[in-house]
C-alpha cells in the first residue's frame, strides 16, 4: 500500500472507464475508443475539421500512436475559423469566452462550451481541489469570478458541491485587505497566481502576521520552484499545481501529495509533447511543446491543438502509485525566449527563479528592447523594504548565465528601477510576460 495518498483524478478516471481501478493499459485502450470517436464526431460535424482533415477520412487509427499522422490545429486556427469548428448547434453552446490576443494579428480567441462541458470543469475542480481540502475546509479563491462561467465562479461552484466553503476574492489590489480576509474568514486554503500569492505571504511576514494557510493551490501561471520553496519556509502550508487552460475547459492536471508533476486528466484529453519545430513526437522524458486533443468534448473537440507550452513527460509511476501520466512543470512558452546572439537566451522562467530568491521582492515586470545595437532589458521591481535594491537586483540577474555573459561582452544594457512595495499590486497579473519592443 502506497504510504502517499493517490491523486483523486483516479478516481474520476476509473469511473469514466468502467471500474473502481483501471491499469495504464485499460486507460489506453478507453481512450483509443474516445479518440476514434472524436475524430468520426469532427469530421461528421464540424466544418473546419471536415476540411483539415479531408485526408484523414477512413484513415485507421490502429493504435495512440497513428494521431501522430494528422495535423495540427494552432491557436491560430481558433482565432480565424472558431465558429467553424463546431459541431452542435451554437443553440446548444451555454458559454462562450474571448480570449484577447497577444500576438501581432489583433484577432481573438473564442472558446464554445456545451453544458456537459461545463460540468466537466466542475467535477475536474471538485476532484482536483479534494487533494488539498476536506468537507467543512474554507478556501480563498484569489481568480476573477464576478462573471458566471468564469474560473473563480466555477470552483466556488465546485467547492459548494463538495461541501466546502469558498470565500470569492478577484486578484489581489491590497496586500493587507486580502491578508486581513484570511485572518477574519480563517481560511486555510488559497487558490491563486503564483506571484500574487507569494507577494502575499512576504508582506504578511513584513508585519509579523501568523496565518491559518495550510494549504496553497497555484494556478494562471507557471510555477518557479523559488516561490514554491518560499510560501512553504514561511507558512509551512503544502503548496499544489495546477495545470489547465481555457481552451481545455481549464483543467488539465493537479499534482497529488508526492508533488512529482501534474497528474494528467486523461480520461478526458490525449496528450502528446512534439518537437517544436519539426512536430515530430518526444518520448517520455524529452522536453518539447504540449499538444492536447479532447477526447470527450461534442461542442467544440480540439484534435492536436498545440498550447505553446514547454515541458515533458515525467518518466516512471509516481510514488502515490497511480498510473495517469504526469506532467513537468512548464519551463516556458514557445515564443516566451529571449535570444542574446551568441550568447543564448533567457526566459521569464529563468528572471523569476533569479529574482524572487531576493529576499522581500513582492514583484517585478521585465521589458527587453531590441531596437538597438545593444539589447536593453529593463526590470522594474518592489521590496518589502527596498535599501540596497539595484545591488540585489544585478546581482541575482548575474546567476542568469546568458545576461550576464550578454553583459560581460557589452551586448546587453541593464535598467533597474527598485521602489518600496507600498501594499499595492498591478490589477490583473495572472499570465506574466516579459514585454518585447521590437
Not at 469548428?85 to 484577447?100: E, G, K, N, Y
Request: hydrophobic share 45%; charged share 20%; net charge neutral.
Amino acid at each position: 500500500m502506497s504510504a502517499i495518498a493517490r491523486t483523486r483524478l483516479d478516481a474520476w478516471a476509473a469511473e469514466k472507464i468502467g471500474g473502481t481501478a483501471f491499469s495504464r493499459e485499460q486507460l489506453e485502450r478507453y481512450q483509443l475508443a474516445k479518440l476514434r470517436a472524436t475524430v468520426d464526431w469532427a469530421l461528421d460535424n464540424s466544418p473546419f475539421y471536415r476540411d483539415l482533415l479531408a485526408g484523414r477520412a477512413g484513415t485507421s487509427l490502429d493504435s495512440l500512436a497513428d494521431l501522430s499522422l494528422f495535423p495540427f490545429t494552432t491557436a491560430d486556427d481558433l482565432r480565424r475559423h472558431g465558429p467553424r469548428f463546431l459541431c452542435v448547434s451554437q443553440s446548444d453552446i451555454s458559454r462562450v469566452v474571448t480570449l484577447d490576443s497577444s500576438g501581432t494579428t489583433g484577432a481573438a480567441k473564442r472558446l464554445y462550451f456545451t453544458p456537459a462541458d461545463r460540468e466537466a470543469t466542475l467535477a475536474f475542480f471538485s476532484y482536483g481541489m479534494a487533494n488539498l481540502v476536506e468537507k467543512g475546509d474554507k478556501v480563498l479563491i484569489l481568480l476573477p469570478g464576478e462573471r458566471p462561467g468564469g474560473v473563480g465562479d466555477l470552483l466556488a461552484t465546485a467547492l459548494q458541491r463538495g461541501g466546502i466553503r469558498p470565500v470569492p476574492h478577484g486578484f489581489v489590489r491590497s496586500l493587507s485587505a486580502t491578508l486581513a480576509v484570511i485572518a477574519r474568514e480563517q481560511t486555510g486554503c488559497l487558490v491563486g497566481a503564483p506571484a500574487q500569492v507569494l507577494a502575499l505571504a512576504r508582506w504578511a511576514e513584513s508585519d509579523g502576521l501568523a496565518l491559518p494557510v495550510k494549504s496553497v493551490l497555484l494556478s494562471t501561471d507557471h510555477v518557479p520552484r523559488i516561490v514554491v520553496s518560499e510560501l512553504k519556509r514561511i507558512w509551512g502550508c503544502d503548496v499544489f499545481e495546477h495545470y489547465g487552460m481555457t481552451e481545455l475547459g481549464l483543467g488539465g492536471g493537479t499534482d497529488c501529495a508526492a508533488h512529482a508533476g501534474c497528474h494528467l486528466h486523461e480520461a478526458d484529453f490525449l496528450f502528446e509533447i512534439v518537437d517544436p519545430a519539426t512536430g515530430v513526437p518526444m518520448p517520455a522524458g524529452e522536453e518539447g511543446e504540449v499538444v492536447v486533443t479532447t477526447l470527450v468534448r461534442r461542442g467544440m473537440p480540439l484534435i492536436r491543438y498545440r498550447t505553446g507550452d514547454i515541458s515533458r513527460i515525467i518518466p516512471g509511476p509516481c510514488l502515490c502509485g497511480s498510473p495517469l501520466r504526469r506532467l513537468a512543470p512548464v519551463a516556458r512558452r514557445k515564443d516566451g525566449f529571449v535570444a542574446l546572439g551568441g550568447h543564448g537566451g533567457f526566459t521569464l522562467a529563468d528572471l523569476d527563479e533569479a529574482l524572487f530568491a531576493i529576499p522581500g521582492l513582492t514583484g517585478f515586470t521585465a521589458a527587453v528592447d531590441n531596437r538597438r545595437r545593444a539589447t536593453r532589458l529593463t526590470i522594474t521591481a518592489s521590496l518589502a523594504a527596498a535599501p540596497g535594491g539595484e545591488r540585489k537586483l544585478s546581482a541575482a540577474l548575474e546567476t542568469v548565465p546568458a545576461i550576464r555573459h550578454a553583459r560581460q561582452a557589452g551586448d546587453l544594457a541593464v535598467a533597474l528601477t527598485v521602489g518600496r512595495c507600498r501594499g499595492e499590486l498591478e490589477p490583473g497579473a495572472a499570465k506574466r510576460a516579459i514585454v518585447e519592443l521590437n
